[in-house]
């Protein structure tokens, strides 16, 4: 039976049974940024099992896409070495929310399994394990299933006992075991016979069912749940296995297509032993860095986007080993898009995406694979040790070695690598980038600083705590909670604040506050122990009033209208680009907004065009900027960006433009998308490796920008003599015309044209010397002119003085000087260091730049010297 037929059986089987068919959700968690990947069926009911949202169907049947790399879930260390261990598999799964429970449950999966209307199994072949504790799941398989007792096997909470966490649901498990067929007509082994027999892989677990029905307290008492549930998964590679009778998942349709085509690539034949791991992890690897392209993973240093790139370069060192010294994956990956497209439609839908960023990522370490071996050859010359943390961090840093691909290695060898040192390096290498990036408002921006003054605090008030009014107002009347000055530098801490302080890329707000008998200029405001202080100079006495306190209004409006168009461009980009676009970093000040971005290529004009239209589409359609404060699980629920590992309260901001983006944000925004007006961009580049950067304008300051843009191409018209609208037409029938007159100057030149034999003769003996000023300061038409003196004379020597926009000293030398040993390279040279320039170039033509220009005359005054020294030179020799 092929795979194909085992899941399409699967959910068939489960939806005449009054399952609703959930799609497979993303590899990447919905509602749970602390979540690496979705590692199981479960995952996309986490918060129905939770209690925490309701689903219209009470019965669900989905394959779950799965990927285990990384964090608590890793099998990457064992792919390719085993039978079983994939990075990206498939889970076949049926859940019941509060409806059935056990004997269903157990009903269900006994009849899949063994009716020769679905997977046919031989009852025989298989057995079952229960909790020790669970005497109803012992007894309902016997009974339901007519299954011999003696084949129901008691196992620990270690493999029998599942829970969520450390709290909340959980539950005893059954699990179920098929025979595959090694042991012939053996008897029913004991419990110790069945657990060495599991361990060997004789028997194998395709089906694991999972029973709800406690909830776990904070003390580790458990009490029955009010709605029992259901969480199953099947592996499908597993049961595909046992369908084909073959012994490894690697031997299925799903993996032997990929396997094969990678033995094509690098010509190498499949050894179905130890000798065909580096092909079996090829195919792996493909799989799951196809699949973690098309939802949204882009490779990079962190995160979810470190883990694939791990992968991928996991990959691309195994066909390396195995002789292969260009792209490889990619192949396998456009295998795999051609056998599971249909299942998957992302897979087509990203089909260009996921080869582009695949091939130039394999490209990318491949261009420094080899120095890093090279490196690794040399550390672990001689007896076997440790290779020390900082080494193994060069080999991260300078030739892309993930740490755990330089262990692999390392051990190959016998070798150990020192990872507590590594990490330090790492550590310190995170944190001298964080300091750079302060320094230069990279990324974030500036880092929060957490004091800014010295001398001690006075408090005004005790018995209030300051209250944000920023999202609200831009003015206010408040009192001083504290305060501190040091010399003309005055520190409040304002009971009602309106200045926002630099936070999540947003720069601080402006103002002032106004006291009685003073006027304090707020230049800035940070953060100190959960507060805002505003900070400023004062030259008066300062006496603690109420105030009022004021930002600057104008300055406000203009951060606010750059930083609501961030939220936009991150939308737009996602839908131009694709979802792997993930932000890397902003700077939102009054001036301009700047946004990092995941993104493997520079952005070509039109998709830039569709960009800045769509931005622009979402302003002038004057959408309502909602903002709301929800539990940080409500938010992520509603579909709010958050980035991977950031810590984020219990409660969240959501800053929503319906239909068009929603971010957890803690920053100032307009009221409505129509308040930014234009948006325009100035720049794209690039800041590393897979991240882009864009630069733009919006509102005032972009009508500002068009107009200077405008003014300036009216001043071209001007010149050009055209309308602003023929101005490009004008400037290709220039650009024509200029390489029509400058394929005439050619032709003369070649011709010597322009030239005649124009300059000051001398003769130095036989020697022909002529010292001249050039007619031109392109050095390719010089040339064209050095070449014509030399086709026309024997024995003689050119030296041209170009001091136009390029000066600089050329020389020609005839064939007959050369064969002599006079070389043009040699002569230039010693001419260009009277002026303090530098060159070189051919035997018979080269050139120098002036150095000091003004010393041109000086060096032509001393060339005539220079040549009759060079030739007795020679003529000694």
């Known amino acids: 039976m092929q795979a194909q037929h085992v899941r399409q059986s699967f959910v068939d089987f489960f939806r005449e049974r009054g399952h609703a068919e959930v799609a497979s959700s993303s590899l990447v968690p919905a509602d749970d940024p602390t979540l690496l990947f979705t590692n199981s069926g479960m995952v996309q009911f986490k918060r129905v099992f939770q209690g925490l949202e309701t689903r219209d169907e009470n019965r669900a049947v989905t394959v779950q896409k799965c990927v285990r790399a990384g964090g608590k879930h890793n099998d990457l260390e064992q792919v390719g070495h085993t039978a079983r261990h994939h990075t990206f598999f498939e889970m076949l799964g049926n859940f019941s929310f509060g409806d059935y429970f056990k004997r269903d449950a157990i009903a269900f999966a006994w009849e899949w399994v063994t009716s020769a209307s679905y997977l046919g199994i031989d009852p025989d072949r298989v057995y079952v394990s229960v909790h020790e504790s669970d005497d109803e799941a012992r007894r309902l398989w016997h009974e339901v299933t007519g299954m011999d007792p003696s084949r129901i096997y008691g196992l620990g909470d270690a ?76 592996g499908l590679e597993r049961i595909a296995a046992v369908m084909q009778g073959v012994e490894s998942n690697f031997d299925t349709d799903l993996f032997m297509p990929i396997i094969n085509r990678a033995a ?85 839908a990203k089909a260009s995406h996921i080869t582009e960023v695949t091939r130039a990522e394999e490209e990318r370490f491949l261009e420094t694979i080899e120095g890093g071996l090279r490196r690794l050859d040399e550390l672990t010359a001689g007896a076997a040790a440790t290779v020390a943390g900082e080494d193994a961090f060069k080999l ?37 980038s964080r300091s750079a990036r302060s320094a230069a408002g990279v990324g974030e921006g500036v880092a929060i600083r957490t004091d800014k003054g010295t001398g001690d605090w006075t408090t005004v ?28 530098q005055l520190e409040l801490v304002l009971h009602e604040n309106p200045f926002y302080a630099e936070s999540g890329g947003q720069v601080s707000d402006t103002g002032v506050v106004v006291g009685e008998k003073w006027e304090l200029d707020v230049s800035d405001v940070h953060k100190l122990d959960g507060a805002q202080v505003v900070v400023g100079t004062l030259d008066a006495e300062f006496r603690p009033s109420l105030v009022h306190a004021r930002v600057a209004e104008q300055r406000r409006r203009d951060i606010e209208r750059n930083h609501t168009a961030t939220h936009l461009v991150h939308a737009a980009l996602r839908h131009v680009l694709g979802t792997h676009v993930r932000q890397a970093g902003s700077v939102v000040d009054p001036a301009r907004l700047r946004f990092d971005f995941s993104h493997h290529a520079p952005m070509k004009d039109a998709e830039l065009l569709a960009v800045e239209e769509e931005v622009n589409r979402a302003i002038w359609a004057n959408t309502t900027v909602e903002t709301s404060e929800l539990p940080h699980k409500d938010a992520l629920a509603r579909g709010a960006m958050a980035l991977f590992g950031e810590k984020y309260g219990d409660v969240v901001r959501v800053v929503d433009v319906p239909d068009v983006s929603v971010e957890l944000c803690g920053g100032t925004h307009v009221r409505s998308t129509g308040q930014i007006g234009l948006f325009h961009f100035t720049g794209e580049s690039g800041v590393a490796a897979g991240v882009r950067r864009i630069e733009a304008v919006t509102g005032p300051e972009a009508y500002a920008t068009l107009r200077r843009l405008d003014v300036r191409l009216n001043e071209a018209a001007d010149r050009l003599h055209t309308n602003p609208e023929h101005v490009s037409r004008k400037i ?24 005649g034999e124009e300059g000051v003769e001398t003769m130095i003996g036989d020697t022909r010397l002529v010292v001249g000023d050039s007619p031109v300061d392109d050095r390719g038409q010089i040339g064209l002119l050095m070449d014509s003196f030399r086709e026309r004379n024997n024995n003689s020597i050119k030296v041209l003085f170009a001091t136009g926009d390029r000066p600089g000293i050329h020389v020609a030398v005839t064939d007959d000087l050369i064969s002599n040993g006079v070389r043009a390279g040699d002569l230039v040279k010693r001419i260009a260091e009277v002026s303090g320039g530098r060159g070189g170039g051919r035997p018979h033509f080269a050139s120098a730049g002036a150095g000091d220009a003004s010393k041109l005359d000086q060096a032509r005054s001393q060339t005539q010297a220079i040549v009759e020294r060079l030739l007795a030179g020679s003529n000694s020799r």
């Open 732 to 755: 290709e029938a220039l650009l024509a015309e200029k390489r029509r007159l400058e394929s005439q100057v050619e032709q003369l030149l070649k011709q010597g044209g322009g030239s």
């Open 461 to 488: 008030l005790d018995t209030e705590q300051q209250r944000f009014v920023g999202y609200d107002t831009t003015a206010t009347q408040t009192d001083i909670l504290k305060f501190r000055r040091s010399g003309e």
């Open 264 to 348: 094509e690539v690098i010509d190498t034949p499949y050894d179905r032993g130890p000798e065909g791991a580096g092909l079996r992890v090829l195919a792996d690897h493909a799989r799951a860095v196809a699949f973690l392209l098309a939802d949204g993973v882009y490779p990079s240093s962190d995160g979810r986007g470190y883990v694939l790139r791990r992968i991928l370069r996991r990959a691309v060192r195994h066909a390396y080993v195995l002789g292969r010294t260009e792209a490889t994956v990619v192949h396998l990956a456009e295998v795999l898009i051609e056998h599971m497209g249909a299942v998957y439609p992302e897979l087509v």
């Open 396 to 432: 991260y840093d300078t030739y892309g070695f993930p740490i755990d691909l330089t262990q692999i290695i390392a051990a190959e060898r016998g070798w150990k690598v020192d990872t507590r040192g590594f990490d330090a390096a790492l550590q310190r290498q995170q944190e001298r």
């Open 159 to 234: 493999d029998n006992f599942w829970q969520m966490g450390d709290t909340g649901p959980c539950g005893p498990c059954s699990e179920v075991f098929v025979d595959l067929g090694s042991r012939g007509s053996a008897a029913v082994p004991t419990l110790q016979q069945f657990i060495d027999l599991a361990e060997a892989g004789h028997l194998l677990e395709i089906w694991n069912l999972v029973f709800m029905q406690f909830d776990r307290a904070p003390d580790g008492s458990r009490s029955p749940l009010p709605a029992p549930s259901v969480d199953t998964g099947a």
